[in-house]
């Protein structure tokens, strides 16, 4: 069961049980005002994007759906690592901060600064849940996608990937802010269950055609 909600977080949340959820996986807002530089068919302004006030509640319900043994995957960008970690490590206990190496680097500032290649994920633990398969190193390697679906779209391969690790098959899955929804294309594919609420329509229409053409494919992380 893979359920894609149009919907904004703070409602949908209300109808998550408590301590349900093995997973939250998800993909905020960074708080940066984000706009892509696309040159063609540009995506829409991320709403919602210009400050964390959100964060604090957002983080109070995400631990009262949690179960007791559970794990987060929370996506952010280097210009507010710090005001995340303050409010998760309120009631998580962060574990490391995993890096994604895209593989290929972003636009910006093209004479005046470094190129952009990575984004940071915080990985917190409720309670002392184990992960799966062996120890990885926290530098993740995973092509950059083309964006068609959203303007941040996450690669399928690298959230099937992090779900393998933190859950087993027919568990709860939960992402807050659905974006292209890649959390629940790789939730189908490696058979677990999935909520992702997303505020924009049009993603929500595109994701749900997604995710009826996905396939279930089990991928199995090695010892």
């Known amino acids: 069961m893979q359920k894609i909600l149009h919907i904004d977080w703070k409602i949908g949340i209300k109808k998550v049980t408590d301590n349900s959820?093995?997973?939250v996986l998800t993909d905020p807002?960074?708080?940066?005002?984000?706009?892509?530089?696309?040159?063609?068919?540009?995506?829409?302004?991320?709403?919602?994007?210009?400050?964390?006030?959100?964060?604090?509640s957002w983080v109070k319900e995400i631990k009262r759906v949690c179960k007791e043994e559970a794990h987060l995957y929370v996506f952010c960008s280097w210009h507010n690592v710090e005001v995340f970690k303050f409010f998760l490590g309120k009631e998580f206990r962060i574990k490391n901060i995993l890096i994604w190496e895209k593989e290929n680097h972003g636009t910006g500032d093209l004479k005046g600064d470094y190129a952009p290649k990575y984004e940071m994920i915080l990985f917190c633990s409720?309670?002392?849940?184990?992960?799966?398969?062996?120890?990885?190193?926290?530098?993740?390697?995973?092509?950059?996608?083309?964006?068609?679906?959203?303007?941040?779209e996450k690669p399928v391969d690298l959230i099937?990937?992090?779900?393998?690790?933190?859950?087993?098959?027919?568990d709860l899955v939960?992402?807050?802010?659905?974006?292209?929804?890649?959390?629940?294309?790789?939730?189908?594919?490696?058979n677990r269950?999935?909520?992702?609420?997303?505020?924009?329509?049009?993603?929500?229409s595109n994701a749900r055609?997604?995710?009826?053409g996905t396939s279930k494919r089990?991928?199995?992380?090695?010892?």
């Open 193 to 204: 269950n999935c909520i992702v609420f997303e505020i924009e329509a049009d993603y929500c």
């Open 21 to 23: 959820v093995d997973l």
């Open 126 to 152: 409720n309670g002392n849940k184990k992960l799966n398969g062996r120890r990885d190193c926290n530098i993740l390697k995973s092509s950059k996608t083309k964006n068609n679906n959203h303007p941040t």
């Open 29 to 56: 807002p960074y708080g940066i005002s984000y706009r892509s530089n696309k040159r063609n068919n540009r995506h829409k302004r991320m709403p919602n994007d210009n400050n964390l006030d959100w964060l604090n």
């Open 218 to 223: 089990m991928f199995g992380i090695s010892d």
């Open 174 to 190: 939960l992402d807050t802010f659905g974006g292209s929804c890649s959390t629940a294309i790789a939730s189908k594919q490696t």
């Open 209 to 212: 055609k997604n995710l009826a």
């Open 160 to 170: 099937s990937y992090l779900i393998e690790k933190s859950t087993d098959p027919g």
